[in-house]
């Protein structure tokens, strides 16, 4: 930069590069001092070694971004089409008539499992919740999965479940003492009790999540007379979407996962990744499928590839939501991402050699492969982190490598508004958006090369932090159906352990939140602010304007100033 900065104050190199070639080449021998001989001598390096493979691997990943824009193009008209002829799956007319025949009608057998892992935050809104199913008694059976290892939530959780069972409810605690497999050990071991075997379909849900009370009345009824569909998944919805600038954008993302994603591919092809929670499988699908599995962090993936493999349909139900929380901090957030995007690598490369073995049409191979592992899992966070993060700035510095204004601005724009149209309320939030997609970008490219070649991070698993949040409407229900508890036979010392744990949060509460310093974020935004100050003494505007706010969201990133601080 300090060359620069010194070439712009002699003229040299700041108007069109062809000009100052034809300067450099018809006067070699023009340089009166070191500086000018050392510039050159940088120049004719930059254009014999430099700008060649950096304008290759521009138009690679150009190639690349195009091919998944149209990808994302194709999906957005898929959606609009269905929302057009009002396509949605619908359940067969008798059994929706068998459910409104009351005890006699159409109700299988469902298990119910929550897993969780000390998340005290949020227990008792979902154990709560799965209670309050409008289901019969008699053919619902609820698990709570707990694989706390802190005594006080095992405590807690255990009592919050013997309340339900005075109350009627059948619901079982489940404890495991070798925690191995994390959430896929967990499910695992659970599908493993005696009792299993006298129930159809399985309903799923994370710890946070709060599945409305005709939540099985509107997904079971779609197994009915369809014995090759084997699973039914709902889509999610947030208590905590509009917390702060964080939980707005991650909003977006998850809108469009779900609305155009999930939708068109369960639509126009049966199959979609499993999304943990929230859904429904015949059991069936799961034990011919091979059960879960503990080989990746991304286990409702590797069922859903699995199953389909063996022929099995899924069913995605846009209209019907189960409330759940995104993360309100950065750091949970950058670890949830880490997860979701290592564990595809993972699982690509161990289920490879099955999906070209597997009896399955051409066509669904291709998509397996192409679409829904390299385009999506791989080439995305590679182009998004390589393409506006690496050789952008660096096209800066050697301008001879150019990067065309439709690539830094208007087919970005483009897929960003494109994106944001299922959550057309968080239109003004467009432009941050965008930066903030090309911003995690590391984080993802990080996590699709550590899945990818297995490295150290690839399994690490923590579970995403909970804040334990409810919509009003919630609070309002949750008074209205607060059952009457009868304290029969409580654990001795809960109550002190009940006020222990209030006066911990308190004292939580009183600490000071600081900020955390992420390095490689800091790092990129001092390359990407440099480079807008070289982009500014050539005049480029969208490139300037670009690197210059794109630097920015990075250093607001490093710095964590954006979402919730942590303790």
């Not at 898929?78 to 929302?83: A, D, L, P, Q, T």
């Not at 409305?212 to 197994?223: A, E, G, M, Q």
């Not at 506006?388 to 301008?399: A, D, Y």
Request: proline fraction near 5%; charged fraction near 20%.
């Amino acid at each position: 930069m300090g060359f620069e900065i010194a070439a712009y104050f002699k003229g040299w190199h700041f108007d069109a590069p062809k000009l100052q070639f034809q300067y450099v080449f018809t006067s070699p021998y023009g340089v009166r001092d070191v500086f000018d001989w050392v510039y050159t001598r940088w120049v004719l390096i930059r254009v014999e070694y430099l700008a060649p493979p950096l304008q290759f691997l521009s138009n690679f990943c150009i190639v690349l971004f195009l091919i998944q824009s149209l990808d994302r193009l194709i999906l957005c008209l898929g959606c609009f089409w269905i929302r057009l002829k009002k396509i949605k799956p619908i359940p067969k007319q008798d059994a929706v008539a068998d459910l409104e025949s009351g005890e006699n009608g159409f109700f299988p057998m469902v298990l119910v499992q929550i897993p969780m892992c000390n998340e005290k935050e949020v227990y008792q809104q979902s154990i709560g919740a799965v209670c309050n199913l409008d289901w019969p008694k008699s053919k619902i059976l609820i698990q709570i999965l707990d694989d706390s290892d802190d005594p006080t939530t095992q405590l807690l959780i255990k009592e919050e479940v013997h309340k339900w069972q005075q109350e009627g409810a059948n619901i079982v605690y489940r404890h495991r003492i070798i925690r191995d497999g994390y959430k896929a050990g967990n499910l695992k071991s659970a599908m493993g009790c005696s009792y299993v075997k006298d129930c159809e379909f399985v309903a799923i849900f994370d710890a946070d999540f709060q599945p409305t009370p005709d939540f099985l009345k509107r997904t079971v009824p779609h197994f009915k007379d369809n014995e090759d569909v084997g699973l039914v998944q709902a889509r999610w919805s947030f208590v905590n979407k509009d917390e702060n600038l964080l939980t707005r954008l991650q909003n977006i993302n998850l809108a469009f996962h779900f609305e155009v994603e999930q939708q068109v591919n369960g639509i126009f092809l049966n199959f979609f990744g499993f999304n943990g929670t929230a859904g429904v499988w015949r059991i069936k699908a799961l034990e011919e499928s091979g059960g879960w599995l503990e080989r990746t962090t991304v286990e409702d993936m590797d069922i859903a590839v699995r199953a389909h493999l063996k022929g099995w349909k899924f069913v995605f139900l846009n209209d019907v939501e189960c409330q759940c929380e995104v993360p309100e901090s950065y750091e949970a957030y950058r670890k949830q991402q880490h997860r979701w995007h290592s564990g595809p690598m993972q699982l690509f490369r161990l289920c490879l050699p099955d999906i070209i073995r597997a009896k399955i049409s051409v066509w669904k191979k291709f998509n397996l492969i192409f679409l829904f592992f390299l385009l999506r899992k791989l080439i995305l966070p590679f182009y998004s982190f390589t393409l506006f993060c690496i050789i952008l700035p660096m096209t800066m510095f050697i301008p001879e490598a150019e990067l065309p204004a439709w690539v830094v601005c208007y087919i970005p724009a483009t897929m960003s508004f494109l994106n944001i149209l299922p959550a057309p309320k968080s239109f003004p939030f467009i432009v941050p958006y965008l930066l903030f997609e090309n911003t995690m970008s590391v984080t993802k490219f990080n996590a699709m090369i550590s899945g990818l070649f297995q490295l150290g991070s690839a399994y690490e698993w923590v579970v995403t932090k909970k804040s334990g949040r409810s919509s009003e409407g919630d609070l309002v229900s949750l008074v209205e159906k607060k059952p009457k508890h009868h304290r029969v036979g409580s654990e001795p010392n809960l109550e002190e352990m009940k006020a222990d744990l209030q006066q911990e949060q308190e004292q939580k509460a009183r600490k000071k939140k600081h900020n955390r310093i992420y390095t490689k974020e800091l790092s990129l935004a001092f390359l990407l602010l440099t480079a807008s100050a070289r982009s500014l003494l050539s005049a480029q505007g969208i490139h300037f304007y670009f690197l210059l706010f794109q630097g920015i969201s990075f250093l607001l990133v490093g710095l964590d100033l954006i979402g919730e601080q942590v303790l």
